[in-house]
């Protein structure tokens, strides 16, 4: 399974399209939120026999949407509430996607550890879901400090470097370069008007 700096820049990547597509810039905190969001699954990690099951299902991208929805109308009507409900859909779905990318990329990267996979139908399934593609290597997790396990967990964090952070720069570049060109009163917030 990929490493937390693959999940990072995919939540990161995920901002820098939603910009693109709704042509608004998101804050800067924005881009962080994400990235911890779609590291947020593994945080099943800390309950022994557990990885890979509900975290890892669209039923917790579901539940993100619904969380980073109330969160997000509660931080409006707190800070601004005469400002319209679209800020509140928008967040919540990036986080979701974000969240979701913490799947797809699982789902993508090879598994030793039987069953190889993600219950992404958790609770209405428990198969455990697999492309066989093996985009990402394995990262090891016990005996950290061993040569071998650093190892395999550097040549996994160069791979997904190679293939993640060339997305994730481009977008961020077309991202900067698409809102520049946006009125200054909307592209004031990230931009520097031109």
């Known amino acids: 399974m990929p490493s937390p700096i693959g999940h990072a820049l995919a939540g990161c990547a995920v901002v820098w399209v939603a910009d693109l597509i709704d042509r608004r810039p998101s804050p800067a905190r924005l881009a962080v ?4 969001v779609a590291t947020l699954p593994d945080l099943d990690l800390l309950v022994p026999h557990f990885h890979r099951s509900a975290t890892h299902s669209v039923t917790a991208v579901a ?3 619904i969380v980073a929805a109330a969160v997000t109308g509660q931080v409006i009507r707190l ?11 928008r967040v919540a779905s990036i986080c979701a996607v974000a969240f979701a990318t913490h ?21 209405f399934s428990r198969r455990f ?17 061993a ?8 040549r996994a964090v160069a791979k997904e470097l190679a293939l993640l952070a060339p997305i994730a720069a ?3 570049v077309i991202r900067v370069k698409t809102l ?10 990230n931009h520097p008007p031109q």
């Open 63 to 65: 539940l993100v949407f």
């Open 103 to 123: 799947l797809v990329l699982d789902w993508l990267a090879a598994d030793r550890f039987p069953p190889a996979g993600i219950q992404a139908l958790w609770p």
């Open 79 to 89: 800070r601004a509430p005469c400002s319209g409900g679209d800020v509140r859909w």
């Open 180 to 189: 520049t060109r946006l009125p200054t009163q909307l592209a004031r917030g």
């Open 147 to 154: 040569p071998a396990t650093i190892d395999q967990n550097v």
């Open 170 to 172: 481009g977008l961020f």
């Open 33 to 36: 939120a994400g990235a911890v």
């Open 129 to 145: 879901f697999i492309s066989g593609l093996n985009v990402f290597d394995q990262t090891e997790r016990l005996h950290l400090l």
